[in-house]
């Protein structure tokens, strides 16, 4: 079975940091691109970053120099550090992984992170 449990969402305060987790089972991990998606109310769900499986990154403009994507094939899991964090960066994260090209694709269930005084 397909698993995708994210975790380490919070409330932060500006200019504070976060890292997600996601932990992966019942698929090879090590092959799959793995990504970090956010939804903010009344927004459309957009990419964050992403890592290939020969760990080519990919960062949203909003997030550049900020944010990290890493991850452990050994533990089947990604992280996503987040850094001087904004109000802005305020949303539901979710992890997902996917073979590019093909129509594989799985999705986390969501960890909330919200950048608040």
């Known amino acids: 079975q397909v698993q995708l449990v994210e975790s380490g969402g919070g409330l932060v305060q500006p200019g504070g940091s976060l890292r997600l987790s996601c932990a992966a089972s019942?698929?090879?991990?090590?092959?799959?691109?793995m990504g970090w998606y956010r939804q903010a109310p009344g927004k459309q769900r957009e990419l964050v970053a992403s890592i290939t499986s020969v760990r080519i990154t990919n960062y949203a403009d909003s997030v550049k120099g900020r944010f990290t994507i890493s991850r452990d094939n050994a533990k089947n899991t990604v992280y996503l550090q987040m850094n001087s964090l904004k109000a802005e960066d305020t949303a539901v994260y979710y992890c997902?992984?996917?073979?590019?090209?093909?129509?594989?694709?799985?999705w986390g269930q969501g960890t909330q992170v919200t950048v608040s005084s």
């Open positions: 019942g698929f090879a991990f090590s092959i799959f691109t």
């Open positions: 997902k992984a996917y073979l590019q090209g093909l129509s594989v694709a799985h």
